[in-house]
């Protein structure tokens, strides 16, 4: 079992930026990837980026890329969302996400555990 925590989201105006975090508990992660999707109200799930643990090889959606960077920290089991230019449209809930197996990280059944998600809301 895979525990995640998502932080950093709030408000912030067109523009401005923000750092989300998710924390994984439960085992050190390994031959994982480690992902970002977002769901606003009315809309599915969108795959925002994502990271393999091994060896830091990193995936954008189109609707972020430019903008968004993943990161991660090992010794803290810790992947990172920093989130620069955002827009309206970059409203939503942000989850982060925990897989193993070999189906397409930007599709949502190659991850295993979820955590809450993190609100993020950009004014204009």
């Known amino acids: 079992q895979v525990q995640l925590v998502e932080s950093g989201g709030g408000l912030v105006q067109a523009g401005g930026s923000l750092r989300l975090s998710c924390v994984a508990s439960g085992r050190t992660l390994n031959n994982d990837r480690m992902g970002w999707f977002r769901q606003a109200p009315g809309n599915e799930r969108e795959f925002v980026a994502a990271i393999i643990w091994p060896n830091g090889i990193t995936f954008y959606g189109d609707s972020v890329k430019g903008r968004f960077t993943i990161s991660r920290a090992n010794a803290k089991n810790t992947v990172y969302l920093h989130l620069n230019s955002l827009k309206p449209e970059d409203t939503a809930v942000y989850y982060c996400?925990?897989?193993?197996?070999?189906?397409?990280?930007?599709?949502?059944?190659?991850?295993?555990?979820w955590g809450q998600g993190t609100q993020v809301t950009v004014s204009s």
């Open positions: 996400a925990v897989g193993s197996g070999i189906l397409s990280v930007k599709t949502s059944a190659a991850y295993d555990y």
